[in-house]
């Protein structure tokens, strides 16, 4: 299935702590699941590989600033250094790893009696991590990018990308973003292979 840009236009942002930036928001046909996922750029890229952030909807951490998570600093830290640097942010509707916002929650409240955001996961029927980036090939490729810089943890993401037909040339890390109550959350994602390298609080 082939995807098609929809729409295009204008963004002025600001962030909680007033940093601020414009980006040009690309809404798409055709996408796989027929959700509504966006992509926000910046650029032209400074290298002829534009650095990307596939970046999963995260409500509670994106709008309300939990701190139970490290979703809202990495999205704020993605959006700065793209700014800078010239690329994408893919922004997939794929609540609590794919499974849902209601669903994420009673996760939550397995992980208050000691499960891992994994182990809750499973205990509620659930895959550890159900997203699929199958729009985000098709948004990418919609866009003309076939060749990216990606801006994540996460091997699995670059592994699906490839698997999909988009060439990884970098994983460029994003930065631990620690607080006191999303340790175990940390610790948790290193036991399932991301590959978080420094800690910024």
């Not at 199958?134 to 943890?153: I, P, Y």
Request: aromatic letters at 6%.
């Amino acid at each position: 299935m082939r995807a098609t840009i929809r729409t295009e236009l204008e963004l002025p942002m600001r962030f909680h702590d007033g940093w601020s930036t414009t980006a040009d928001v690309i809404s798409f046909d055709g996408l796989a699941d027929g959700r509504e996922h966006l992509a926000l750029r910046w650029g032209p890229p400074a290298r002829r590989t534009p650095l990307v952030r596939v970046h999963s909807e995260c409500l509670t951490g994106d709008v309300l600033g939990s701190a139970r998570c490290d979703c809202g600093p990495q999205l704020r830290e993605s959006v700065e250094r793209i700014a800078e640097a010239g690329g994408y942010l893919l922004y997939l509707r794929q609540e609590g790893r794919g499974i849902g916002l209601y669903a994420k929650l009673d996760a939550y409240a397995l992980q208050d009696e000691g499960l891992d955001t994994y182990e809750a996961n499973l205990a509620l029927g659930y895959g550890e991590d159900e997203r699929d980036y199958t729009v985000a090939a098709q948004m990418l490729q919609a866009l003309g990018v076939r060749r990216v810089d990606l801006l994540t943890n996460n091997p699995d993401k670059a592994e699906q990308l490839v698997a999909l037909g988009i060439e990884v040339a970098a994983l460029v890390p994003t930065a631990a973003h620690l607080s006191g109550s999303n340790g175990r959350y940390l610790a948790a994602k290193v036991r399932h292979g991301h590959r978080i390298r420094s800690v910024a609080q």
